[in-house]
């Protein structure tokens, strides 16, 4: 059977010029309008079979996206999603962008046509038809859309988030509490805002003892274990001398303490590391590490339950919900 999709491959524009062409013609371009209307016709598809698509009001479908399924931080939070989602009697599709925004796309144009019901945003990634609104001067939303995890302020949609900032600097000021004066940082993406906020609450901890910010101690990673290892690396092949290290994932910390061991050095005693999420392999790690606990099983249900209320059109306490954090104290951050 010929679907919407065929039709816009047929025509060579997106499923959502499609379904923007049958509803509101006015609002495209005549040369695609022209293109999917021939594709219409020589597929011998009625619109009216279109139609019938988009009026469906709900599909109890709703599409959790996460930057990478590989990344552990991220599961903790979809199961709770799942577990939510189930309760109230929706299904749950995972979409994994890879970093790429014609994936992404893809997971937005089954939400504006209809074909799923919302979208639970796990990365700093944001829809096309998203900015372009928000580059055309409004600043909702033109799809059912929840952000978890990152936050994204010049949007009013609802968000659940910790407080990135007073997390990095909780966990900066218990190195510099143990005793640490010279630390560095491994970093994720520095165009990521969750990384713009944890160099943030690094830097304020760091002001707030009296202690200079160096970018010589500042080295970027990815999250994952390979660049907090190869971030390490390059700490320790600099030549530069520091006692303490604070990771902004746990993944890059554990890669970051096997370049440390490899070198010959001791945790905690030659350097103290902090890392940041909680993941259960931190507890188990050589020595276990200290990081920075988030609730993933709250960001998870509160996003659900978020979404749930926007497609219900019932309105929300907060639009913005700020979960709290703590500190995890283990032993590679103290000297026995």
């Known amino acids: 059977m010929v679907t919407i999709r065929d039709i816009a491959k047929r025509a060579g524009v997106s499923v959502a010029t499609v379904s923007r062409t049958l509803r509101e013609p006015e609002a495209v371009r005549p040369v695609r309008r022209e293109r999917v209307q021939a594709a219409i016709d020589e597929m011998n598809y009625t619109p009216d079979a279109i139609a019938r698509q988009l009026r469906r009001r709900s599909n109890e479908t709703i599409i959790v996206?996460?930057?990478?399924?590989?990344?552990?931080?991220?599961?903790?939070?979809?199961?709770?999603?799942?577990?939510?989602?189930?309760?109230?009697?929706?299904?749950?599709?995972?979409?994994?962008?890879?970093?790429?925004?014609?994936?992404?796309?893809?997971?937005?144009?089954?939400?504006?046509?209809?074909?799923?019901?919302?979208?639970?945003?796990?990365?700093?990634?944001?829809?096309?038809?998203?900015?372009?609104?928000?580059?055309?001067?409004?600043?909702?939303?033109?799809?059912?859309?929840?952000?978890?995890?990152?936050?994204?302020?010049?949007?009013?949609?609802?968000?659940?988030?910790?407080?990135?900032?007073?997390?990095?600097?909780?966990?900066?000021?218990?190195?510099?509490?143990?005793?640490?004066?010279?630390?560095a940082t491994i970093t994720g993406p520095l165009d990521n805002p969750l990384t713009v906020d944890r160099l943030q609450g690094y830097r304020d901890a760091l002001e707030q003892a009296g202690l200079a910010f160096r970018e010589d101690w500042v080295a970027p990673g990815d999250f994952s274990i390979e660049s907090g290892y190869a971030a390490m690396r390059y700490l320790l092949e600099s030549g530069q001398m520091f006692d303490g290290l604070f990771c902004a994932g746990d993944e890059m910390a554990v890669g970051a303490m096997h370049a440390i061991r490899e070198a010959g050095l001791v945790i905690p005693r030659a350097i103290a590391v902090v890392g940041f999420d909680d993941l259960r392999f931190g507890a188990f790690a050589a020595p276990p590490l200290t990081t920075i606990r988030q609730p993933a099983n709250e960001l998870g249900e509160t996003a659900m339950r978020m979404m749930d209320a926007v497609l219900h059109k019932r309105p929300l306490d907060q639009l913005k919900v700020v979960l709290p954090h703590a500190l995890v104290m283990r032993g590679s951050t103290e000297v026995s």
């Open 65 to 183: 996206i996460v930057p990478e399924i590989a990344n552990p931080f991220f599961s903790g939070i979809v199961q709770a999603i799942e577990n939510v989602a189930h309760d109230l009697g929706y299904r749950v599709l995972i979409g994994e962008t890879q970093g790429k925004q014609e994936r992404l796309d893809y997971y937005a144009d089954m939400v504006q046509t209809r074909v799923a019901d919302g979208l639970v945003l796990l990365g700093s990634l944001m829809p096309r038809i998203v900015t372009n609104a928000l580059e055309n001067g409004s600043r909702e939303s033109p799809i059912p859309m929840v952000l978890a995890c990152e936050h994204f302020d010049a949007l009013d949609c609802p968000k659940v988030v910790i407080d990135n900032i007073a997390a990095a600097h909780l966990a900066v000021s218990h190195l510099i509490e143990s005793g640490r004066r010279r630390i």
